[in-house]
């Protein structure tokens, strides 16, 4: 089944830089993007990850996760989404030490012309504080249940196609430093993030109970609470 899938992480700019391209003026972060392991119940495993790492390269980076006009997740490769949430774009993307590591490029005056939240992101990073960020990709998942490294999960994601980056001005991260995500920082016990896992959760979870079979393309997802799951979870053979 393929689903649209959403990983936040936590974003500290100990060693941010500026760059000039295209006669643009660039503040350039490194990101620990996504590390192998389960996230939100999901095994996402080291060589999902590898076989499609440098798709990463040239993905837009966007103030929030987009969502269309029934409020579920959507694709940021979207000409009114680049034009009104759009940041900049990840380059640079490698595997290091088994994590999936970017360079995340953010247009300073796109930002100012934005205004808001925008502008309070690029503020934030400029000044070395902690700024949230998740990525979000389409996954190919095989339902299969099992523990890894002592943590539950009820899927394996078999294919990662990368879609956009978002910056999270208000939100928090599910994968966190604790999990090996974000920008190296200098001083780790100065920063301690929250910790709100999101959930993925289907339509049949919030009421029409109409589980799959596993195959072809799943459902539209939204994005709920863990709390909200919890009230709208239905007999879904779990």
């Given at each position: 089944?393929r689903?649209?899938i959403?990983?936040?992480?936590?974003?500290q700019?100990?060693?941010v830089?500026?760059?000039?391209?295209?006669?643009?003026?660039?503040?350039?972060a490194?990101?620990v993007?996504l590390?192998?392991?389960?996230?939100?119940r999901?095994?996402?495993?080291?060589?999902a990850?590898?076989?499609t790492?440098?798709a990463?390269n040239?993905?837009?980076v966007?103030l929030?996760h987009?969502?269309?006009?029934h409020?579920?997740?959507m694709?940021a490769?979207?000409?009114?989404?680049?034009?009104?949430?759009g940041l900049?774009?990840?380059?640079n993307?490698?595997?290091d030490?088994?994590?999936?590591?970017?360079?995340?490029w953010l247009?300073?005056?796109?930002?100012k012309?934005?205004?808001?939240?925008?502008?309070?992101v690029?503020?934030a990073?400029?000044?070395?504080?902690?700024?949230?960020?998740?990525t979000?990709?389409?996954?190919?998942m095989?339902?299969?249940?099992g523990v890894?490294?002592e943590r539950?999960?009820?899927?394996?994601?078999?294919?990662?196609i990368?879609?956009?980056?978002?910056?999270l001005?208000?939100?928090v991260?599910?994968?966190?430093?604790?999990?090996?995500?974000?920008i190296?920082?200098?001083?780790?016990?100065?920063?301690?993030?929250?910790?709100r896992p999101?959930?993925?959760v289907?339509?049949?979870?919030?009421?029409?109970?109409q589980?799959?079979n596993g195959?072809?393309?799943?459902?539209p997802?939204v994005?709920?609470?863990?709390?909200?799951?919890?009230?709208?979870?239905?007999?879904?053979?779990?």
């Amino acid at each position: 089944m393929r689903k649209p899938i959403q990983f936040t992480a936590n974003l500290q700019s100990s060693m941010v830089s500026f760059a000039t391209h295209d006669d643009k003026e660039y503040l350039v972060a490194p990101c620990v993007a996504l590390v192998p392991g389960v996230l939100n119940r999901d095994l996402v495993t080291l060589e999902a990850v590898v076989n499609t790492f440098q798709a990463w390269n040239g993905r837009p980076v966007v103030l929030d996760h987009p969502l269309d006009g029934h409020g579920l997740p959507m694709s940021a490769n979207d000409p009114s989404v680049l034009a009104n949430a759009g940041l900049g774009h990840v380059w640079n993307a490698d595997i290091d030490q088994n994590r999936l590591r970017v360079q995340v490029w953010l247009d300073v005056g796109k930002a100012k012309r934005l205004g808001g939240d925008a502008e309070r992101v690029i503020d934030a990073v400029r000044n070395g504080a902690s700024v949230e960020i998740s990525t979000g990709y389409w996954a190919t998942m095989r339902s299969r249940r099992g523990v890894h490294n002592e943590r539950e999960y009820d899927e394996v994601t078999e294919l990662i196609i990368p879609d956009h980056l978002a910056m999270l001005p208000n939100a928090v991260g599910a994968c966190n430093w604790g999990d090996g995500c974000g920008i190296p920082r200098t001083n780790a016990a100065r920063f301690e993030p929250l910790r709100r896992p999101a959930v993925m959760v289907s339509a049949s979870e919030r009421g029409r109970c109409q589980c799959g079979n596993g195959g072809g393309l799943k459902r539209p997802q939204v994005m709920l609470t863990q709390r909200e799951r919890d009230a709208a979870k239905c007999a879904c053979g779990r």
